[in-house]
């Protein structure tokens, strides 16, 4: 008896579920997705937001291998992450065609000119 009761159930849940929906894509950070998040003074959660997607994009090419076999791309020593805000949202300002760039081509090209490596 236990085990037909379970077995309602079972169905029961089973014919109320909601049927599958699809994951909505993830947007598109771009240059201008950067300049609206890193350069709005007003609200510290979007710009802590900025600082942190600066960050991880920094965190992925440091730990990738493509990173570890070609020459480094830029080397930010102990430069504050301020600093590397400062430096994306400059690059953007200099070159504002490339405000649809790949958010994350923006911030390598920026960190690469403005911290080099030295050779």
């Known amino acids: 008896m236990l085990r037909i009761c379970?077995?309602?159930a079972l169905c029961i849940c089973m014919v109320q579920g909601r049927p599958a929906e699809a994951v909505p894509?993830?947007?598109?950070?771009n240059g201008a997705y950067l300049v609206?998040?890193?350069?709005?003074?007003?609200?510290?959660f979007v710009r802590g937001f900025c600082?942190?997607?600066?960050r991880s994009v920094v965190d992925l090419m440091m730990d990738?291998?493509?990173y570890m076999l070609e020459k480094p791309r830029f080397c930010l020593g102990d430069a504050p992450l301020k600093d590397w805000r400062t430096a994306v949202i400059d690059w953007l300002k200099k070159r504002p065609n490339e405000i649809h760039t790949s958010s994350r081509k923006v911030i390598v090209q920026a960190?690469?000119?403005?911290?080099?490596?030295?050779q």
Do not use: K, R, T, W
């Open 64 to 66: 990738s291998e493509v």
């Open 36 to 44: 609206q998040h890193c350069h709005n003074e007003d609200d510290s």
């Open 25 to 29: 894509p993830l947007p598109d950070y």
């Open 6 to 8: 379970f077995a309602i």
């Open 111 to 118: 960190l690469n000119e403005n911290f080099p490596c030295e």
């Open 51 to 54: 600082l942190g997607y600066i």
